[in-house]
């Protein structure tokens, strides 16, 4: 694990890249945790240079939106862990609505100045990103 999660939001994960397709769920934790549509603000999914996945950065009048991810195990938190890369950082977000806290990995490089939108990247990435995720073993 990355660091030690918050008591009470260790089982829940706010997604707002490529965790929040059931397809790429699926194939790295064999299953599809609950979803629930929610948004964080404060907070942009920037788009990252030559990559089709995007990083959540501050940014002070956005809104990102996503999913919330729930009754996430121990094991799946290290499997989502090794999926993504050493640039994310884990930390605790407010989603909306409601007000609850989620973990959600917070990227730490550069970025680009474009926002990443999941609407694009189902049409255009999706296939071959699960199709990747399919061949590569994060267990």
Same mark, same amino acid.
């Given at each position: *694990?990355r660091?030690e ?9 706010f @997604? !707002?890249?490529?965790l +929040?397709?059931? +397809? $790429? ?8 945790? @609950?979803?629930e %549509? ?8 920037a788009?990252?240079?030559g990559? $089709?996945? %995007?990083g959540?950065?501050? =940014? ?7 999913v ?19 640039? !994310? ?5 407010? $989603?909306? %609505?409601?007000?609850?806290?989620? *973990?959600?990995? $917070?990227?730490t490089? %550069?970025?680009s100045? +474009?926002?990443? !939108?999941?609407e694009?990247? @189902? @049409?255009?990435?999706?296939? =071959?990103?699960?199709?990747r995720c399919?061949r590569?073993? !994060?267990?």
């Amino acid at each position: *694990m990355r660091f030690e999660r918050e008591l009470g939001v260790a089982d829940s994960l706010f @997604a !707002y890249g490529t965790l +929040q397709f059931p +397809q $790429v769920l699926i194939h790295l934790l064999e299953r599809c945790p @609950a979803l629930e %549509p929610v948004a964080v603000s404060g907070w942009r999914a920037a788009a990252l240079p030559g990559r $089709v996945y %995007p990083g959540l950065v501050p =940014a002070t009048d956005s809104v990102t939106p996503g999913v919330l991810l729930t009754g996430l195990t121990a094991a799946e938190w290290r499997i989502l862990d090794a999926f993504e890369d050493d640039e !994310y950082d884990l930390r605790t977000v407010e $989603v909306h %609505p409601g007000g609850r806290t989620a *973990m959600t990995y $917070v990227w730490t490089a %550069p970025v680009s100045e +474009q926002t990443w !939108y999941s609407e694009e990247f @189902a @049409a255009a990435h999706l296939a =071959a990103f699960v199709t990747r995720c399919a061949r590569s073993k !994060y267990r």
